[in-house]
């Protein structure tokens, strides 16, 4: 990931309307939800969602698919771990401690479920 695609994602997700939609189609998973379905559970309107939408999908955080007449959105894993991946490159600096919680905090978030892995928040 380039300065320009990272700026492009960190600016996308600087709106608390995008982050929570954001945030919601990381837990929803692979399968994702329809239009509908994300504006009842942010409580938006559709034109404000299908701007955020939008931006987050020109950001690459999002992808959609067409299952008849409804179009699903997911968010696209890929390009959050290369955020992540992007934002931590220099992290430790030759002090691994730094980022020690981090790592620990995602082998914690994830868990197996049988063939599946789920992620949870931590505990707090």
Not at 72 to 84: C, D, F, V
């Amino acid at each position: 990931m380039n300065n320009e695609a990272a700026i492009d994602a960190l600016s996308a997700l600087a709106h608390a309307g995008r982050l929570d939609v954001f945030r919601l189609l990381v837990k929803a998973g692979p399968q994702g939800l329809a239009a509908g379905d994300i504006a009842r559970a942010t409580d938006t309107r559709p034109n404000t969602l299908s701007t955020n939408l939008n931006i987050l999908s020109h950001a690459r955080l999002i992808a959609s698919r067409r299952e008849g007449r409804s179009i699903i959105y997911t968010a696209n894993y890929e390009a959050m771990r290369e955020l992540l991946a992007f934002l931590m490159e220099d992290c430790c600096n030759g002090s691994p401690e730094i980022c020690a919680p981090l790592a620990a905090l995602a082998s914690q978030c994830c868990e197996d479920e049988g063939a599946e892995k789920t992620c949870k928040a931590p505990a707090q």
